[in-house]
């Protein structure tokens, strides 16, 4: 048989057919795959892949991302504040220049010294007045001072200021635009005589009252102004008084029914004695009319003793010429007020006339020195610095040392200094950390 035959027709399958066989028939299933790994992959990337790369990127920050407040919100972070002409609304007030002034308010302060830290631990503020009346709910008369931040930065009225509402209303406004948040009136001068319609009896109605406004219709004059009032009273030196009601006067020990003249001054006159009951009740009256009526900072000036002479312990009990007579001072002083001293007595090796009552500083029980610095009390031929602020600084150095802990408010006597070394004094006592001052 024909092998060729035998085998039928040889058919020889290429490598290409066959491939093209079998892509054709996967065609479908390899496409179907395709779109479910594709679809797998994009899952997974969103799931783990975006998380894992922030994590990756997050490693060595700690900190999350720094929020971006609204744009309303940055423009009051931007917006100027509105400056206040009222030095207690601000802690940098003392700082500031009152009106007459040609200096620079924001003048550097100086460098701090030892005697520096010594004033500074010594200063204390002067307590804040906090109004406690409730007009509004009782309807009863608002006698309150008006609020200080507890900084007090004072003038003085002159004693034409209490002629009537208006003229009072005049020198506040005055004072207010000049940078000063409180004001100093006298209500009761040297001589005895009551600067306001005083309603004590035996003294109301008579020749010792020589003002026109009652206490309530001042105190209505300052809430208007937004002022506080710091009354300034004279304590022992009461010739008026004490011609009217001569217990409390000193008595003759020859005659006790004849008051001692003080002939070291001219005219002769009157004191009032700290030993005397009498005046102890007339000064605790006078005191207490002030404060029933709102006035809850209260300047104490005279609380001395007469300028003796040789000659006078011949008339006079030798108790008043001891060395602890200061002890009698403490019958007229009570606790809170400011009790005026002239630098000069503070300072010295021994305590001078108007500083006696610094003997014993226990028995002051919260009063306030009210330091009087002046040139002429402190003239650079005894020995003081001819430069204003460094004459402050020294003497605030050296009386913070003789004080204890009392509180020191420095009275400035402007007489003695032109408008560029007040405005220097003013930024000193700043730094130095006396928040409050009165310029005189």
Not at 169 to 185: D, E, P, T
Not at 188 to 215: C, H, P, Q, W
Not at 219 to 243: H, Q, T, W, Y
């Amino acid at each position: 048989m024909d092998k060729r035959r035998y085998y039928g027709r040889k058919i020889k399958k290429t490598k290409n057919l066959y491939r093209r066989k079998r892509s054709a028939g996967q065609k479908v299933f390899g496409t179907v795959m395709l779109v479910i790994a594709l679809s797998a992959i994009a899952f997974l990337g969103f799931c783990i892949g975006k998380p894992l790369l922030d994590y990756i990127g997050s490693i060595g920050k700690d900190q999350p991302a720094e929020w971006t407040p609204e744009a309303s919100y940055n423009a009051q972070l931007t917006e100027k504040p509105e400056e206040s002409t009222d030095p207690a609304a601000d802690s940098s007030a003392p700082t500031q220049v009152p009106a007459g002034s040609d200096a620079p308010a924001d003048e550097p302060a100086a460098e701090a010294t030892a005697s520096t830290s010594a004033a500074t631990s010594a200063r204390e503020t002067v307590s804040t007045n906090q109004p406690h009346s409730t007009t509004a709910q009782t309807g009863e008369t608002d006698t309150s001072s008006p609020a200080s931040s507890g900084t007090l930065i004072a003038s003085e009225a002159p004693a034409s200021a209490l002629s009537n509402s208006s003229s009072l209303s005049a020198v506040l406004a005055k004072a207010k635009s000049g940078g000063y948040n409180a004001v100093v009136v006298q209500l009761k001068d040297r001589n005895g005589y009551f600067r306001y319609k005083t309603a004590i009896e035996g003294a109301a109605d008579s020749v010792l009252v020589t003002g026109t406004m009652t206490l309530e219709e001042i105190m209505k004059v300052f809430r208007e102004n937004g002022i506080v009032p710091i009354a300034e009273i004279a304590v022992l030196s009461d010739e008026k008084g004490c011609e009217m009601f001569t217990d409390m006067s000193y008595k003759c020990i020859d005659s006790p029914a004849t008051s001692w003249l003080d002939y070291s001054l001219s005219p002769p006159r009157r004191w009032a004695n700290p030993d005397s009951s009498a005046t102890r009740e007339y000064f605790a009256k006078v005191t207490a009319e002030l404060m029933t009526a709102g006035f809850e900072n209260i300047l104490l000036t005279d609380v001395i003793f007469p300028n003796f002479q040789h000659y006078d312990n011949v008339y006079i009990a030798a108790k008043y010429f001891a060395q602890d007579r200061y002890k009698l001072l403490y019958n007229v002083v009570k606790a809170g007020n400011m009790i005026e001293m002239k630098a000069s007595d503070v300072i010295g090796e021994e305590f001078g006339r108007t500083a006696e009552v610094l003997n014993d500083v226990s028995q002051l029980h919260g009063n306030s020195v009210a330091l009087i610095i002046s040139r002429s009390d402190l003239p650079t031929d005894a020995g003081y610095p001819a430069d204003a602020k460094t004459l402050v600084e020294t003497v605030l150095s050296l009386a913070a040392k003789k004080t204890g802990d009392l509180r020191i408010v420095p009275v400035i006597d402007s007489s003695g200094f032109d408008d560029a070394e007040r405005a220097k004094i003013a930024g000193s006592l700043g730094s130095l950390g006396y928040d409050s001052y009165i310029m005189r």
